[in-house]
């Protein structure tokens, strides 16, 4: 009991969750446009792959090696907007392939670029320093999550609120929208539904490419074969559990973060568990709360949930 | 008549597969090109699929059985335009049972012992399988996230398997692995090619792909799921219950996926090692998507990337290029693949509406 309330295990919590998060926003614009975006995992090998790159050449330079990552990824996504904007395919299968492709090409670049094989450590990194916030030192929760953390951190939970106003307030955001809900009565509507298309999804590389970096240069300082996880796939869920509202995929990233943060601390604290086991819980919990929202969502379709809400409600009032 | 129906069918499967080349020359043309940009040889690659299937046809054999079953695996539910991307976790579910029932088994039953091995990882791909599947049909799950995450399971299921409860105590080494499989329960090799990888492996992998065409193209339920694919409303009014028919589809595939599990636990490792499966399971999908969803298609296909892959292999044994050169190639053979397929169709509506 005493870890759900570690101060130190939710800060780290917080920082397991921005990668997710990252990821997610982008999976969340694309979703709402109408494209179903699995290539997110990829897209996040790719950007650890560049910053970390980068990083190495600047001379452990991170801050260039952020703006690679975002740049270079957000390029490489245009691989997948050909694919599922311009050929049309179909947008699992894009997406696989996709993934596929990034690991691929990561795994085979190592050797050139690092003159290493699956696992290269960054020497010569100059770490940024974390983000101290003295006025937030007595409120009593948010100084655990959000004070000394890194820059991204704040930054993401900064675009959390954008993300919000710009789906609700801007003509862009209701464009996207637009097209999600349908495509050619927005397109009688004079939106250019294919470039929102090509915009959410250079976007959700952007994104992507800046979690890799985070991932592979600010938490760790390493590039390695499979470091990724599918953080993706996860991602994928966050938006799903958090009924594609950017609050509720905070929320639920949050949540993954802090199953992140138990395992590690479950795993320093009891060295006897199998740490294969530890390592699957993620994995399970992400299709437990995949069930639970659609169930819901299933429910709610059907109107069973409200039949028995109403039910219990009439129950109260008889009993008063 | 009959004879002029037979041409065009001839031709359409002439072009079919001349199409699926030129999108392979187009991947391997871009893989090379990647090469010659990060230094090596890009002619490497033509060396490597030459002396695959010709010097070293031993590896391609050996490789051709999974990429066939995966490619059925994955094609079994692709016609019903269900998406099973689990096939890796569900091949690694199928090789614990295989590895699990083996090394329970007396070691003096050959070919019954066998049969109960496959059997067991048969079930155990389909159980897995199924999982997603109920997800799906009572929880309304998506089933292509439930499938991705499930791979993770699996493979870290068979690191705990491997490393904690099968773990060989006298082996002291750092391998996650199990003790070995008792040699009467080996699959034995290709008699053939001498003391090579090629195994028994490839029959058992010929007669499930036709096995998997005949469910296809004769039965009720290949035709069930050809309808649902295809249409679902349609299959709903004819009285297709589709919840029984993705059931079905699913248990099959993992059964499939399964069974490569069992192949390649008696007939390569002879043990269950960890994180023994390079990624079949997504191989698959481009098998099956360059075979046009036709196991019988698969078996040629399956065969083609079994070289690819052993190309790969050969590459990596032979010089400096790392043998992940084939996974660029596999996606980017499905990037293109999947985009033809609808600028061949904007086409023909274009000359339709022209008429």
């Known amino acids: 009991m005493s870890i759900v309330l570690d101060a130190s295990v939710w800060a780290s919590a917080v920082r397991g969750a921005t990668p997710i998060l990252l990821a997610a926003f982008g999976c969340l614009l694309c979703a709402k446009a109408g494209i179903t975006n699995l290539a997110i995992d990829g897209f996040i090998t790719i950007g650890c792959f560049i910053s970390v790159a980068v990083v190495s050449l600047t001379g452990g330079n991170v801050w260039l090696g952020m703006l690679g990552g975002i740049v270079g990824t957000a390029v490489y996504s245009l691989i997948f907007g050909l694919s599922v904007i311009k050929f049309k395919s179909n947008h699992i299968i894009a997406s696989i392939a996709m993934n596929l492709l990034s690991t691929g090409i990561t795994e085979f670049l190592m050797a050139p670029v690092f003159k290493a094989q699956g696992l290269y450590r960054l020497a010569n990194i100059k770490k940024i320093p974390p983000v101290s916030l003295p006025f937030l030192e007595h409120v009593p929760v948010l100084n655990v999550l959000v004070n000394n953390q890194s820059i991204v951190v704040l930054f993401t939970i900064i675009l959390i609120f954008i993300l919000l106003y710009m789906l609700r307030k801007t003509k862009y955001g209701l464009n996207v929208i637009a097209i999600g809900q349908s495509a050619e009565a927005a397109e009688s509507a004079g939106i250019k539904s294919d470039r929102v298309r090509w915009s959410v999804i250079l976007l959700s590389g952007a994104f992507c490419g800046l979690a890799g970096s985070y991932l592979s240069t600010i938490i760790l300082s390493e590039f390695s074969v499979g470091m990724v996880a599918g953080r993706g796939f996860t991602a994928y869920t966050t938006v799903v559990f958090g009924a594609y509202h950017p609050v509720g995929v905070a929320f639920a990233s949050l949540l993954f973060g802090f199953a992140d943060a138990i395992s590690i601390q479950i795993e320093l604290l009891k060295p006897g568990i199998a740490t294969s086991l530890v390592s699957m819980v993620p994995y399970i919990l992400a299709m437990v709360v995949l069930t639970i929202s659609a169930l819901s969502d299933k429910l709610r379709k059907t109107g069973r949930l409200e039949m028995k809400w109403k039910q219990r409600k009439q129950k109260n009032q008889i009993v008063h | 008549m009959e004879s002029s129906l037979w041409r065009k069918r001839i031709e359409g499967a002439v072009r079919a597969i001349g199409r699926q080349l030129c999108m392979m020359l187009v991947a391997i043309m871009i893989v090379m090109g990647f090469l010659a940009v990060s230094g090596y040889s890009p002619f490497i690659v ?277 043998n992940i050169v084939t996974q660029i190639i596999m996606a980017i053979i499905i990037l293109t693949i999947s985009a033809n397929v609808t600028v061949r169709r904007r086409k023909r509506k274009k000359e339709a509406l022209s008429k």
């Open chain 2, 46 to 322: 033509w060396e490597g699929l030459g002396r695959a299937f010709t010097r070293d046809l031993a590896g391609t054999i050996r490789w051709a059985a999974p990429m066939i079953l995966s490619g059925v695996a994955i094609c079994i539910p692709f016609k019903a335009q269900v998406y099973n991307l689990g096939v890796d976790g569900q091949i690694y579910l199928g090789a614990i049972a295989a590895t699990a029932v083996a090394l329970a088994l007396p070691s003096d039953g050959s070919l019954a012992g066998l049969i109960l091995v496959f059997a067991a990882a048969a079930l155990a791909g389909a159980a897995f399988a199924m999982i997603p599947a109920i997800l799906n049909l009572y929880c309304n799950t998506d089933i292509v996230v439930t499938t991705l995450l499930l791979n993770f399971v699996g493979e870290y299921l068979t690191e705990f398997m491997a490393a904690e409860v099968m773990r060989d105590p006298e082996k002291l080494t750092q391998v996650n692995a199990s003790r070995t499989l008792p040699e009467s329960l080996w699959l034995p090799k290709l008699a053939a090619f001498g003391n090579s990888s090629a195994n028994v492996g490839i029959y058992i992998a010929l007669v499930i792909a036709l096995f998997v065409s005949f469910l296809f193209f004769k039965t009720t339920l290949g035709y069930e799921i050809k309808l649902v694919g295809s249409n679902a409303g349609f299959a709903r009014y004819g009285g297709i219950r589709s919840s029984k028919v993705l059931l079905k589809a699913m248990a099959l595939s993992g059964a499939v996926a399964g069974i490569i599990g069992a192949i390649e636990v008696t007939a390569t490792q002879h043990r269950l090692v960890a994180a023994f499966n390079p990624d079949i399971g997504f191989d698959g999908i481009v098998v099956a998507l360059l075979a046009n969803n036709n196991p019988l298609g698969v078996l040629i296909s399956g065969f083609f990337f079994g070289g690819l892959k052993n190309s790969g292999n050969v590459m990596e044994r032979v010089t400096e290029v790392p």
